[in-house]
């Protein structure tokens, strides 16, 4: 069992920034591959950032202004994104994949509006 803890959501003005953060209970080296996630209303869930051992990849739209990283002492998992803008509000949801099972957490808000 994995139980991730994210935090850090809030409202924020278009070119701002935040910083995500998703603590994990079980130490992250033994998770495969960690990643954040966002749902705007009415859209399906996508991929934002992904942290693997061999390196990350992130979604077109985010590219340049958001990026992830991994405190495994802490065993928590960070998005710092800037440059904000309006279509990325949506609720964050943090996501470990381990032993090819997934894990989710509960999902911080993300309002991005003046």
């Known amino acids: 069992q994995v139980q991730l803890a994210e935090s850090g959501g809030g409202l924020v003005q278009p070119g701002g920034s935040l910083r995500l953060s998703c603590a994990a209970s079980v130490n992250i080296f033994s998770i495969y591959a960690m990643g954040w996630y966002r749902q705007a209303p009415g859209k399906q869930r996508e991929l934002v950032a992904q942290i693997t051992s061999t390196g990350t990849n992130y979604a077109d739209s985010v590219k340049g202004r958001f990026t992830i990283s991994r405190d495994t002492a802490k065993k928590t998992v960070y998005l710092q994104m800037n440059s904000l803008k309006p279509e990325d509000t949506a609720v964050y949801y943090c996501?470990?994949?381990?032993?090819?099972?997934?894990?989710w957490g509960q999902g911080t808000q993300v309002t991005v509006a003046s």
């Open positions: 996501k470990a994949r381990r032993a090819q099972i997934d894990y």
